[in-house]
């Protein structure tokens, strides 16, 4: 499962939803939000992304490790 993390804040660029073969990737308030279970591992998100706020969980960065949470969190929340 791939995850937006904070540099997705207050940009919300979009290209990452052009590329999404499944659309599973939601606009909040502020960011983008992957939703883990459409999401299919395809990676083209990640690449698009003009700001690389966009990681595979496995390689999330130490500091962003929670977002993990957090992207799925915001579909528990609906
Ligand atoms: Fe969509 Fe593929 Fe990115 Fe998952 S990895 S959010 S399926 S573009």
Do not use: K, W
């Not at 939000?33 to 496995?58: A, M, Q, W």
């Amino acid at each position: 499962v791939y995850v937006v993390t904070d540099a997705c804040v207050d940009v919300q660029d979009r290209s990452c939803v052009e590329e999404c073969p499944v659309d599973c990737i939601y606009e909040g308030d502020r960011m983008m939000y992957i939703h883990p279970d459409e999401c299919v591992d395809c990676g083209r998100c990640e690449p698009v992304c003009p700001v690389t706020s966009i990681f595979h969980h496995d390689d999330l960065p130490a500091e962003a490790a929670r977002f993990a949470e957090i992207n799925a969190g915001f579909f528990a929340g609906l």
